[in-house]
Antibody
Framework: EVQLVESGGGLVQPGGSLRLSCAAS????????MNWVRQAPGKGLEWVSY????????YYADSVQGRFTISRDNAKNSLYLQMNILRAEDTAVYYC????????WGRGTLVTVSS | SYVVTQPPSVSVAPGQTARITCGGN??????VHWYQQKPGQAPVLVVY???DRPSEIPERFSGSNSGNTATLTISRVEAGDEADYYC???????????FGGGTKLTVL
């Protein structure tokens, strides 16, 4: 089955860190660009970060630049998002999504930043 | 940075046609993608590259893009089409993915 499964979300205090993972299956992961997209409670979709298929090209939204790091391990069919210096406004469901068309999404993992 | 604008809400009776717009400066020169998101679920791609449709999406969903407006059209609307719809483009000047604010489709 073609799917993406996120994990690693949870409750973290402001200023803390969290690492999200996205496990891909059913397709040739190493051939695809990947993204992280988030959605705060009751809000719209917000793009977070992009990584090329090789991992050499990376882009970030201004809101996370310098705090978040995207990476991938093509041998493990996995995508990651290291999130540091977390703020209350980072609270959201985080989705991984395939390709610039975002043609395949995971179910998301909830990150809550609160003291 | 590039901005795309959607109406917050659109209402339509069952069986009628819903049109959801996505406005942006010369958006006709970009590829526009559309997503449907139902409550508690992840978004689903319903139209890509302005007017193409994934094989699993009904033919009732179609798209167009010209000038400063892209449009998602849903024909013969059903109760199950009630959802939030988002447009998306790639802004090559900033190398960012850009989403519209989303449109809530209500089926009366």
């Amino acid at each position: 089955e073609v799917q993406l499964v996120e994990s690693g979300g949870g409750l973290v205090q402001p200023g803390g860190s969290l690492r999200l993972s996205c496990a891909a299956s059913g397709f040739n992961f190493s051939s695809y660009e990947m993204n992280w997209v988030r959605q705060a409670p009751g809000k719209g979709l917000e793009w977070v970060s992009y990584i090329s298929s090789s991992g050499y090209t990376i882009y970030y939204a201004d809101s996370v630049q310098g705090r978040f790091t995207i990476s991938r391990d093509n041998a493990k069919n996995s995508l990651y998002l290291q999130m540091n210096i977390l703020r209350a406004e980072d609270t959201a469901v985080y989705y991984c999504a395939r390709d610039r068309r975002l043609d395949l999404w995971g179910r998301g993992t909830l990150v809550t930043v609160s003291s | 940075s590039y901005v795309v604008t959607q109406p917050p809400s659109v209402s339509v009776a069952p069986g009628q046609t819903a049109r959801i717009t996505c406005g942006g400066n010369n958006i006709g020169s970009k590829s526009v993608h559309w997503y449907q998101q139902k409550p508690g679920q992840a978004p689903v791609l319903v139209v890509y590259d302005d007017s193409d449709r994934p094989s699993e999406i009904p033919e009732r969903f179609s798209g167009s893009n010209s000038g400063n407006t892209a449009t998602l059209t849903i024909s013969r609307v059903e109760a199950g089409d009630e959802a939030d719809y988002y447009c998306q483009v790639w802004d090559s000047s900033s190398d960012h993915v850009v989403f519209g604010g989303g449109t809530k489709l209500t089926v009366l």
